[in-house]
């Protein structure tokens, strides 16, 4: 399935480089990004893997809020990657890189070795398909008990926020997206394995309203958490 293309950064290779700005301006994003690294609460010695990490944005702040914490990052667009790596360079962070499809994280990276995966930004531009194969991977990619955190453009539930998520559409695509706008995340997160799935969080941006989904793998026998 990772044979099939990418859709880039800001919907277009040649607006790469605007992608970190662009975000910034569209989607609160410290608002977003702080609420998501609140709710993982990281711990010293926590392995997070963060799927479609992109210019590694969210891995940079979770490494900044838990230093202790191992921060893996998986993309598969080199030019991104090559703007993360100038970024964590310029932040002093220590991530390490993957350049994959999230649906080759588990081989790449091993089975049950997180303790909590992320992903931002990335499900709304994927085809169905690859929807469930990314959210597969992160669950295989869990211990037991680890937790699941997906940033993403949810159900736009409002006649304003539907106007502004066509900003998303214009510049993805309605075929993927639209999906999303249609509330499909929690049932594919379910359809993973995920027990406790839950919306903690939608916040409202000029591009569209953002949620916050939560998860966790469950334990064999009963539930724990680390």
């Known amino acids: 399935m990772s044979a099939q293309s990418f859709t880039p950064a800001a919907g277009d290779p ?3 480089k605007y992608y970190d700005t662009v975000i910034a301006l569209l989607t609160r994003e410290d ?3 702080s609420a998501a690294i609140a709710q993982l609460g ?6 997070v893997v963060d799927i479609g990490c992109g210019t590694a944005s969210l891995a940079i702040r979770m ?7 191992r921060v893996v990052g998986v993309d598969p667009d080199p030019q991104v990657l090559a703007i993360a790596r100038d970024k964590v360079r310029r932040a002093g962070a220590d991530v390490e890189f993957v350049q994959a499809m999230g649906d080759r994280a588990v081989e790449l990276i091993g089975p049950g070795i997180a303790d909590k995966v992320v992903s931002s930004l990335v499900l709304h531009q994927c085809p169905v398909p690859m929807k469930k ?3 597969d991977n992160m669950f295989a990619l869990l211990r037991p008990g680890g937790q699941l955190l997906i940033a993403d453009f949810g159900a736009q539930r409002d006649a304003l926020m539907r106007l502004g998520f066509r900003i ?3 510049a993805d695509g309605k075929q993927d997206t639209q999906p999303n706008a249609d509330g499909i995340l929690p049932g594919l ?38």
Do not use: C
């Open 14 to 16: 040649k607006y790469t």
């Open 31 to 33: 608002r977003w990004r």
């Open 189 to 226: 997160i379910e359809q993973a394995g995920f027990a406790n799935v839950a919306e903690v969080s939608v916040i409202r941006t000029v591009s569209g309203s953002i949620s916050l989904y939560v998860a966790t793998r469950p334990v064999p026998g009963g539930t724990t958490t680390r």
């Open 63 to 69: 490494k900044q809020w838990q230093p202790g914490a």
């Open 42 to 47: 990281l711990k010293p010695d926590d392995v």
């Open 133 to 135: 194969a990314i959210i």
């Open 168 to 170: 998303v559409q214009f």
